[in-house]
């Protein structure tokens, strides 16, 4: 399928072939009718993408301080690496659009059906591309009577609607809609329709002639003087009781005009992106109430709602963005007229020119809508998917499922430099990121299902490095299609998930190896050297400074990620073992109210040493993130964020210290490919792999019970 993308760091955009998305539980595949080009936020959009890094920088201060933090934690040679993968990401372009229901993901059965007209809603959802995968809480019926042409207004007029909300207009009541783009025009016949008396401001003369049109009882051009009488006459001297800040504009003028306009304790509500200076003694002496709306309302940028589908209880929540944008496309079959804002209407193989429009400026414009052709289908052929692949002559011949921050920054690189690897294939969830990703390094073929991979005969390794939740069984997909397999950390999230991969494992000729590359990493190879050069039981320290997660972060997500404990938890729950070198017998864990990401706990092992583990995130970013320490026969080692390695024996201390942090994914990306080509056992023993993967699981337990847990 083909799709509107813009290139991060460049700005550059482009009408891609990508492969098309699959449906899945919870989401709507659709075939896209028309989508609109939101003139407004999408130039703004591209216009921070073309500016240069420092332009960037000036612009995000706040994280400019993040990439200082990680420089100075992780090191120059990291950072960068993060940074430059955050701008090779391929933007998607889009938010607002219409079109016909092609599958139903489970769950939506009674809510949708193949062959419905729905208008969706959402960046990175809605996006302009011949297909769409859509979370069903971001999308909604469209009446029949209404044409596609217009459907696809619906998430900017659910905007001007949530604006309406929260200004809570009264019958009668006189309104000023202070800038009227797209935005403000549909605002103007939302408060037409709910009874309110409309004033439409703006500088442009032929926008508010249209606004005129729809409805707006009186306009006046902000260039002109003599506003505050005009106001006067229309509320017979009181001033407007609501004023809704449409505008889009880095100066403060919409405030000061409301501030002019509005009478004794009005409402300011804030719907465009302006400048946020107001006078203060002119809002104080009015008690003037300003409120910044949210988007398209209740829902919006909660990931529960907007990507789990979870619903709202109607009591409390009765407009919820689903509902705000099922009300604007219900509305145009009474009256709410989006097809009056349509200036301009392009092929959908001619987006570029449709770009060019917005961004150049060489005419006027307001709506401009993309029309798609109506044969569009998804390419589901596997002979197109996969073509004949080369002969490998005993190399590893990857495929991949899943292409992250991490697998782009760290891994892929890792495996792209390497002469005995053929990088064959890559699935993504979003075909935008599957052909970015082919691009990038290089793979024959990109798809969105992970079965075309696994069914590729040529690939004899398969990288997975998708989301915690469904390693466990993309695991067992794989070894069931006899590919060797380095999946990302943690193996399972459950005891059911782990049973269930130690029983494809036994069935299966191929091997399996977890991300746990720490051990494989130069200074814990040394601490580990250091250390077993004593006799007797070793005593371990290991404290992580993790770093606060947002809490909306997948991470905390039981059907994604699990918690931290599980998903990075496991990675020095696998250092201890490899640094001790005995089983680990038994855990025991205790948590704090202070959060999910705190744990205090000690592993004990058959040799009798101990680790004692402390996780945090309440500590500053800046500060290390990691330090490990042993003890052994009266010497001490301590491994510092692997940056620095310290032996301190017979009263002398002497340290090694690395140009960059290497947390040893080369290491046990080479000896992985090795293992590959050479058809022989895991780098590392899988019963080890599995028994790290039980005794992190074993935490989880034990935090639960407060019960020491035995490893069997």
């Known amino acids: ?138 999308a909604a019926p469209v009446p029949a009577g209404v044409p596609f042409d217009q459907a696809c207004y619906g998430t900017v007029a659910a905007i001007a609607l949530q604006g309406m909300r929260n200004l809570g207009p009264q019958l009668g009541d006189v309104v000023a809609v202070l800038g009227v783009g797209l935005i403000g025009q549909l605002a103007v016949q939302l408060l037409k329709l709910s009874g309110c008396r409309v004033l439409a401001l703006d500088h442009n003369p ?31 001297g009181l001033g407007c009781d609501g004023i809704l800040i449409c505008a889009a504009t880095d100066s403060s003028e919409p405030f000061e005009v409301a501030a002019r306009i509005a009478r004794d304790r009005a409402r300011v509500v804030l719907v465009g992106k302006t400048g946020t200076e107001f006078p203060f003694a002119d809002y104080m002496k009015k008690e003037l109430s300003v409120t910044v709306s949210r988007s398209y309302g209740p829902g919006r940028y909660d990931e529960a709602y907007e990507g789990r589908n979870m619903a709202y209880p109607e009591g409390f929540v009765r407009w919820t963005e689903t509902a705000n944008l099922g009300e604007c496309v219900r509305l145009m079959g009474y009256g709410l007229n989006a097809s009056s804002l349509t200036t301009h209407r392009f092929a959908f193989d001619k987006a570029e020119d449709a770009y060019d429009l917005v961004m150049g400026g060489a005419e006027p414009y307001l709506g401009v809508v993309l029309d798609y052709p109506e044969a569009a289908r998804r390419e589901t052929s596997l002979p197109k998917i996969f073509p004949a692949a080369k002969a490998s002559g005993g190399q590893c011949v990857l495929g991949v499922i ?57 690939i004899n390794a398969v990288l997975i490095a998708t989301r915690h939740a ?171 964020n692997f940056l620095t390695l310290s032996v301190t024996r017979g009263g002398r201390t002497r340290s090694t210290k690395t140009l960059g942090q290497d947390k040893g994914h080369t290491a046990e990306i080479e000896l992985f490919v090795k293992a590959v080509i050479a058809g022989g056992k895991a780098p590392v023993a899988e019963a080890q792999t599995f028994e790290t993967s039980l005794a992190t699981l074993a935490l989880v337990e034990s935090l639960r019970t407060g019960l020491r847990i035995e490893i069997r």
């Open 206 to 236: 032929s926008r508010l002639e249209l606004a005129k049109r729809l409805g707006a009882e009186a306009v006046w051009n902000l260039a002109e003087d003599g506003l505050e009488a005009c106001v006067s006459a229309l509320s017979n």
């Open 470 to 640: 469904s390693h466990a069984d993309l695991v067992i997909a794989a070894l069931r299609a006899g590919k060797h397999v380095l999946v990302e950390k943690p193996l399972a999230v459950t005891h059911e998930q782990l049973a269930s991969v130690a029983e494809a494992r036994a069935a299966s000729n191929a091997f399996l190896m977890v991300g746990f590359n720490r051990r494989f990493a130069p200074l814990a190879v040394k601490m580990k050297a250091e250390l077993a050069a004593h006799a007797g039981p070793r005593n371990l320290l290991i404290r992580v400074n993790a770093g606060a997660l947002p809490k909306e972060s997948w991470l905390n997500v039981a059907e994604e990620g699990q918690g931290r404990i599980v998903g990075e938890g496991c990675h020095f729950v696998d250092l201890a073992r490899a640094l001790v070198g005995s089983p680990i017998v038994a855990v025991q864990a205790q948590g704090s109210s202070a959060g999910a990401d705190e744990l205090a706990a000690t592993l004990s092992f058959a040799d009798g040493s101990l680790a004692a583990l402390s996780y945090t995130a309440q500590g500053d970013s800046a500060y290390s993130k990691e330090r490990i320490e042993g003890f052994a026969g009266g010497a001490a080692v301590c491994l510092e």
């Open 402 to 458: 899943g292409a992250g921050s991490f697998a782009r920054t760290v891994l892929l690189p890792e495996f792209k430099k390497r002469s005995d690897v053929h990088m064959r294939a890559i699935a993504t969830q979003r075909g935008m990121t599957a052909e970015h990703a082919k691009t990038q390094f290089g793979f024959d073929v990109c798809t969105t299902d992970s079965a075309d991979l696994l069914a590729d005969p040529a």
């Open 1 to 138: 399928m083909k799709q509107v993308v813009q290139s991060a760091r460049t700005g550059k955009l482009s009408l891609k072939d990508v492969p098309a998305p699959r449906v899945r539980a919870g989401h709507l595949l659709v075939r896209v009718q028309a989508s609109l080009i939101s003139a407004g936020t999408e130039r703004m959009v591209v216009d921070f993408a073309k500016k240069s890094l420092a332009g960037k920088a000036k612009e995000r201060p706040d994280l400019v301080r993040k990439v200082l933090d990680k420089a100075k934690r992780d090191g120059v040679g990291a950072t960068l690496k993060a940074v430059m993968a955050r701008l090779d990401e391929p933007l998607p372009l889009g938010y607002s659009a219409a079109g016909l229901v092609e599958e139903v993901g489970a769950g939506l059965e009674s809510r949708f059906h193949v062959g419905q007209k729905v208008a969706m809603c959402g960046a990175g959802i809605a996006n302009h591309a011949e297909f769409d995968l859509v979370p069903g809480n971001l």
